[in-house]
């Protein structure tokens, strides 16, 4: 078995995505020697603690960091700055530093300013996830055949990098290094905006008349039941990145309200050719998500 990338790997929140690498990690056996898992509440250290996803299970951020070698944010991004402001102190030299997060530019922002010298800083972004979250949620496949992005700042440790990319790979993902604000707009699309409009219209039906709102509930669509499936997201998380990428979904959102407002127009006036045009770039892109396996 090939040497351990990291000496020992610190997590920092045990819910999906944390709790995934937990298990990737005692599945493998060369991401880790030692694996460190520290929660807020004490609930989640216990069923942390009895599905054995780690070696020590803390409270403790600041304890949770020291002396390893590997230190991963799996919190929502909101966290993000008060975290890093109490384990900056304790990282030790040449550890580094990386997330999970949703969104780039935010985390460079929060984070970036409590790295001190000589300990680097990889921001990171596995596209991986289900609507369910907390420790049990996870699973040592989550992230076969995915992408993980990396964001990197000005000035990041070429090593420190590559050694995040790697850790990826052995998890099963495919890498890419990009621009954290590309990063926030294309994600602000294929991700942010599509969740927006999902809480939206769980939202729209749940305010309907309760004769109607029980009528939707009870002859539920395919489509629906897809929009309700992404509305089951974790509330905060979702809230975190949305106001942490404001800008970019905003942006994407006035796009899609313009495109929405031109289908109207075309249902209104009976634009026949017009909506067969949005369905079949539609079934476009399901077709290419398919050829890509990332459907």
Not at 120 to 131: I, M, N, Q
Not at 187 to 215: K, N, W
Request: glycine share 10%; charged share 25%; net charge negative.
């Amino acid at each position: 078995m090939a040497e351990p990338l990291f000496r020992r790997l610190a997590l920092i929140g045990v819910g999906l995505i944390g709790s995934s690498i937990a298990r990737r990690a005692r599945a493998r056996g060369d991401l880790a020697g030692e694996i460190i898992a520290c929660a807020r509440t004490e609930a989640t250290r216990a069923r942390v603690r009895e599905l054995d996803l780690a070696d020590r299970v803390l409270e403790d951020p600041a304890q949770a960091v020291r002396g390893a070698d590997g230190v991963i944010l799996c919190t929502p991004v909101g966290t993000y700055g008060a975290i890093a402001e109490i384990i900056a102190p304790h990282l030790a030299a040449g550890a580094i530093v990386s997330d999970v997060g949703s969104t780039k530019q935010s985390v460079i922002r929060d984070v970036g300013p409590h790295i001190r010298p000589g300990v680097h800083f990889v921001p990171a972004h596995p596209l991986a996830g289900t609507e369910h979250s907390g420790p049990d949620a996870g699973f040592a496949e989550l992230f076969e055949g995915r992408w993980t992005l990396l964001t990197p700042p000005d000035g990041a440790d070429p090593g420190a990098v590559e050694k995040i990319t790697e850790f990826w790979r052995r998890c099963g993902a495919m890498v890419e290094t990009m621009e954290a604000g590309h990063h926030d707009r294309v994600l602000a699309i294929v991700s942010h905006l599509p969740h927006l409009i999902a809480f939206t219209i769980c939202g729209t039906a749940d305010d309907l008349a309760d004769e109607s709102r029980g009528q939707v509930l009870q002859f539920a669509a395919s489509g629906f039941r897809d929009f309700t499936r992404i509305a089951a997201s974790d509330p905060v998380m979702w809230r975190d990145i949305f106001l942490n990428n404001r800008e970019a979904l905003l942006e994407m959102l006035a796009r899609f309200m313009e495109d929405a407002q031109a289908m109207a127009r075309a249902v209104r006036w009976g634009d026949g050719g017009y909506i067969e045009d949005k369905v079949e770039r539609g079934r476009k892109i399901r077709h290419s998500l398919i050829e890509l396996n990332q459907a």
